[in-house]
């Protein structure tokens, strides 16, 4: 079964760090671009980063343009999601998802829509508060 692990989440301060990491289970990161993923307390799943098959390719939603970079490693089978100046609004529950279909191995033109991924992880909890 295909699977992420995410982690690396925790209890940051504004304007600190985290850097989370998505880790396959069970195959092989080399056909899919993976997107990143955030569900805050009450609110839908939201897209907020992509990243092409190759990492030739990156796209980000404005909420976390310029402060968030998505990298990949597909020999180690992770991905990767920096997030610095990090903001309390950030605070959500963080997945990962391979994106599906025709074009899989590419990012969508737009912010990442949930139905067109799968492979849900369990997530990872970030947390920004003083």
């Known amino acids: 079964q295909l699977q992420f692990v995410e982690s690396g989440g925790g209890l940051v301060q504004p304007g600190g760090s985290l850097r989370l990491s998505c880790a396959a289970s069970?195959?092989?990161?080399?056909?899919?671009?993976i997107g990143w993923f955030r569900q805050a307390p009450g609110k839908e799943r939201e897209g907020i980063s992509c990243?092409?098959?190759?990492?030739?390719?990156?796209h980000y939603a404005d909420s976390v343009k310029d402060r968030f970079t998505v990298s990949r490693d597909n020999a180690k089978r992770i991905v990767y999601l920096q997030m610095n100046s990090l903001k309390p609004e950030d605070t959500a529950v963080y997945y990962c998802?391979?994106?599906?279909?025709?074009?899989?191995?590419?990012?969508?033109?737009?912010?990442?829509?949930?139905?067109?991924?799968?492979?849900w992880g369990q997530g990872t909890q970030v947390t920004v508060s003083p």
């Open positions: 069970g195959f092989t990161l080399d056909y899919y671009a």
């Open positions: 990243i092409s098959l190759t990492g030739a390719n990156t």
């Open positions: 998802a391979v994106r599906q279909g025709t074009f899989k191995t590419m990012c969508p033109p737009a912010d990442p829509r949930e139905a067109e991924f799968d492979s």
